[in-house]
């Protein structure tokens, strides 16, 4: 079974940065793919970024340019760099990732963008 816990989330005024961090525990193999998806109020859940074993990112086309998503497989963690944040990006954003085909998600950590 793998644990992933979140945190970095917070408020912040539109134009600033989070970083938010997701560390995985518990897993006796490597770790696949790793995402963030979020989910705004009365909105569907939305696959962010995306970051194969091997490095390959992927991107939603709103983030794309201010958003960068990273790992540390040493350290069983994917991060999401947050820039020139907007209000639409508020959101619960959860991190997920994949072992030998199960996929794991973390508790969701709050980011509020403030206008």
């Known amino acids: 079974q793998v644990q992933l816990v979140e945190s970095g989330g917070g408020l912040v005024q539109a134009g600033g940065s989070l970083r938010l961090s997701c560390a995985a525990s518990g897993s006796r193999f490597s770790l696949d793919a790793m995402g963030w998806y979020r989910q705004a109020p009365g909105k569907q859940r939305e696959l962010v970024a995306t970051i194969t074993s091997g490095g390959g990112t992927n991107y939603i086309g709103s983030v794309k340019g201010r958003f960068t998503i990273s790992r540390d497989n040493a350290k069983n963690t994917v991060y999401l760099q947050m820039n020139s944040l907007k209000s639409e990006d508020t959101a619960v954003y959860s991190c997920?990732?994949?072992?030998?085909?199960?996929?794991?998600w973390g508790q969701g950590t709050q980011v509020t963008v403030s206008s």
């Open positions: 997920t990732v994949w072992a030998l085909g199960t996929r794991y």
